[in-house]
């Protein structure tokens, strides 16, 4: 049996694909989840797989713990699979794409950014080169994307040095061999997208449209200087702007590929029911939009949406979406679609040499960084919330950056706050359980510097206020020692932590004093939408947070999961 085979038996659900009638042929649109009429197929017509992938994030390697799926056994239980890596990827999408006569391999966003220490250590360079390797043709821009702002956006997508590391790969960058889409961000200036709103590809003399883009709240999720000059516009407003443009060109068959998603209900490969951002977009959709490849959420599904496929494929590289399409050639749109998530699992497809020489180039420069012992822990450190909105791991982070920025000369900080979102996975204890260096990184990749300001305590109490404030759910700070608070959901929004509960080393602060207070870069800049923190006075710049976190390891090893009792819910 071949790897192909075996993957498509052991993916759960492979045999069920949906399909989707040609919307303004079938007027009855179906709510999320629910199939609709599957159209008569013609004779001769064109059939076009898309693979698709959504944020890869730079996981060369398998990630840690693959992917979760439903035990064929025990469907309330779930077991683990490994899966992911680029070396597997390539030899499924390779696999895939040889018993094809047309095909496309595509992705929606976020590619790079939040990456191990393996791709970020080069800037993410390795994964640019891994995935051009791999035949990608078409990706949206993500968020992440703009995680080190424009310019290095631009030269993700057209090659050099990194303006201030230089080059530090086995050799030149010559930037992404695929094409970055960016139809809804706009350069305020010129008014024209940053980079293309889509690309045209014909198959058999039929033209298909892939239009790409990112959400329009990525301006609150990444450093906002980064994205200075930028506007991030409505989706599917711009997705509908482009029909009639496109439809000049004589295209018909229009796909998105869409850094937003869906929280779905089910399995990997299944959709009873979804809700989300997505479902609002996709609702607002122009009816000759044919097909929705989604990202940005880390869920894996295929829904119908307002008669429309709608897919996405996990994270990590631990699944490829396979869509197959055809198309009519009179009409030259599409008649049909069905889609299956075909799991990249490690047993059943072979390493692609092209790729395993790629990380092993990468792999000896970054090596004697990445196992190097920096302390040890008892126990999992986990970035688990609690349901106050605590975890043990940012505990730990928040207690670190507090540590590195307390003395007078340092920041003279005696509060430290950080982000959930910057905490992008727990720390598992090994056998003996020591961390490396490479364990630290993949916690905290976003390389940030500390930044100690001074804020009033009325300022802290608006700070705390606006983890429910402007945010699509809430974003819940992890906070230092001998600082606490308690919220309450009951009572009136922007009034959710009451004053007197906001307590420093155990007395209540005072809205007229003044504290010393350490974030990240990031949160300084009023990313995630804390603005207040921009109105900080006295910044005074600290350490990275790496290396700040690796400091408290050091002095303070090993380390164990604390009581979760800085935060606290009323109820």
């Known amino acids: 049996m071949s790897p192909l085979q075996w993957g498509r038996l052991a993916a759960l659900g492979a045999a069920t694909l949906i399909a989707v009638a040609l919307v303004g042929v079938y007027g009855r649109q179906p709510s999320p989840g629910n199939s609709p009429p599957v159209p008569p197929s013609s004779q001769a017509g064109v059939s076009v797989t898309i693979l698709a992938i959504n944020d890869f994030h ?9 992917i979760a799926i439903a035990d064929p056994t025990d469907k309330t239980k779930q077991i683990a699979v490994s899966a992911g890596g680029a070396e597997h990827m390539a030899t499924l999408v390779r696999d895939l794409r040889a018993k094809k006569k047309h095909s496309v391999f595509v992705a929606a966003g976020d590619l790079i950014g939040a990456s191990p220490l393996l791709s970020a250590a080069f800037h993410d360079e390795p994964t640019i080169e891994a995935l051009s390797a791999m ?132 399995g990997y490969n ?19 939009v044919d097909l929705v490849i989604s990202g940005h959420t880390h869920r894996a599904y295929k829904c119908v949406i307002d008669g429309r496929l709608v897919t996405s494929a996990d994270k990590f590289g631990t699944l ?34 092209e790729q395993t020489e790629l990380i092993a180039a990468y792999d000896r420069l970054v090596k004697p960084l990445a196992e190097r012992p920096v302390g040890s822990i008892t126990a999992d450190l986990s970035r688990d919330v609690d349901p106050a909105g605590e975890s043990p791991l940012g505990q730990v982070i928040a207690d670190a950056q507090l540590a590195a920025t307390s003395a007078p000369d340092k920041g003279g900080a005696v509060i430290a706050f950080t982000n959930p979102g910057g905490i992008r996975t727990g720390l598992k204890r090994s056998e003996d359980g020591t961390v490396t260096y490479a364990d630290l990184f993949a916690a905290q990749p976003f390389g940030n510097n500390l930044v100690t ?63 010393r207070v350490t974030v990240n870069a990031f949160l300084a800049d009023g990313g995630d939408g804390f603005g207040v923190l921009k109105e900080g006075d006295e910044p005074m710049g600290g350490p990275l947070e790496v290396p700040a976190l690796e400091a408290y390891f050091k002095a303070k090893g090993p380390i164990g999961p604390g009581p979760l009792d800085r935060i606290r819910r009323a109820y």
């Open 453 to 515: 300001l001074t804020l009033t305590g009325a300022q802290i109490k608006t700070l705390l206020e606006q983890q429910w404030l402007d945010q699509a759910k809430a974003r819940q700070l992890q906070v230092s020692k001998g600082f606490s608070y308690t919220w309450d959901d009951r009572r009136p929004r922007g009034d959710f932590v009451p004053a007197e509960g906001i307590m420093l080393d155990g007395r209540p602060i005072e809205a007229n004093a003044k504290y």
């Open 270 to 288: 299944e959709c009873p029911d979804i809700s989300g951002p997505i479902v609002d977009i996709v609702s607002k959709l122009d009816k000759a």
């Open 135 to 266: 035949g990608l043709e078409i990706t949206a821009v993500g968020n992440h994307e703009f995680d080190e702002g424009r310019d290095e956006l631009l030269r993700m997508q057209n090659g050099g040095c990194h303006p201030k590391a230089g080059c530090k790969g086995p050799r030149k960058f010559a930037g992404a061999k695929f094409r970055y889409l960016a139809a809804s961000t706009f350069d305020t200036k010129t008014g024209k997208t940053l980079l293309p709103a889509y690309e045209i590809k014909e198959f058999d003399g039929i033209p298909v449209a892939f239009i790409g883009l990112t959400l329009k709240g990525t301006p609150k999720i990444v450093s906002p200087s980064g994205v200075t000059g930028l506007e991030f516009r409505d989706e599917a407003t711009t997705i509908n702007g482009l029909v009639p443009e496109l439809k000049q060109r004589g295209v018909e068959a229009i796909v998105v590929l869409i850094h937003e998603g869906g929280i779905p209900v089910g």
């Open 58 to 66: 730079g996981h060369l390697k398998p990630p840690l713990g693959g």
């Open 320 to 353: 490829v979406t396979e869509i197959e399409m055809v198309l009519d050639p009179k009409t030259r749109d599409v008649a049909s679609l069905k889609a299956d998530n075909l799991i990249v699992r490690t047993d059943a497809y072979a390493k692609a040499s």
